[in-house]
């Protein structure tokens, strides 16, 4: 067995997993997802334990919709091959992944709060904050990946991070 077909059938690696699953567009739009349903519903005075709740159930909603869109998308005639239904749902799937992940830490936040581990108000203007930051990571790791210089890395980070910290001004501001 040669060097290369040894690698192609070895497991994929933590960073490879992370890379194509959690550094996503469906990552990203999950996290602002998560903290655009935080600042709604945080804000009409919700406790953690129904804000949580409310994050969760809009979470799975909007992942089986881009699970079935995705899968309506990529199933047929696609790149001169045919795509099965099943072949169809599972690169949706894979593809839909970041964006349950990117729930999980606002989430666990949040679950500190239902528990009264930490105060109400501490949990979901945490869970935001968090949410700021899991997107600096993300813009910092695409851009760094794609060989940006460092400077464009963190200018990618802060592009990034830029949607948290609206939605934390929209709370502030509306609430």
């Known amino acids: 067995m040669s060097e290369s077909s040894r690698a192609s059938d070895a497991p994929?690696?933590?960073a490879h997993i992370i890379r194509t699953?959690?550094?996503t567009e469906e990552s990203v739009y999950g996290v602002?997802?998560?903290s655009g349903m935080i600042v709604v519903?945080?804000?009409?005075?919700?406790?953690s334990w129904r804000v949580f709740w409310t994050v969760v159930i809009t979470v799975l909603v909007f992942w089986a919709a881009h699970v079935y869109a995705g899968t309506v998308a990529h199933h047929g005639f696609d790149d001169g091959r045919m795509i099965g239904l099943g072949d169809a749902f599972?690169?949706?799937?894979?593809?839909?992944?970041?964006?349950l992940v990117a729930a999980l830490?606002?989430?666990a936040?949040?679950?500190l709060g239902a528990t009264r581990a930490i105060p109400d108000p501490v949990a979901i203007w945490t869970a935001l904050w968090v949410g700021v930051g899991v997107l600096a990571v993300l813009g910092f790791i695409a851009f760094r990946r794609r060989g940006a210089s460092l400077v464009m890395q963190f200018t990618g980070a802060l592009g990034t991070a830029a949607f948290g910290i609206?939605?934390?001004?929209l709370k502030a501001i509306v609430h």
């Open 12 to 14: 994929p690696s933590a």
């Open 21 to 23: 699953s959690f550094v």
């Open 32 to 34: 602002i997802l998560v």
């Open 41 to 47: 519903s945080g804000g009409h005075g919700d406790s």
């Open 90 to 99: 599972r690169i949706a799937l894979r593809r839909s992944f970041g964006m």
């Open 105 to 107: 830490i606002p989430s």
């Open 109 to 111: 936040i949040l679950l």
């Open 166 to 169: 609206a939605l934390i001004l």
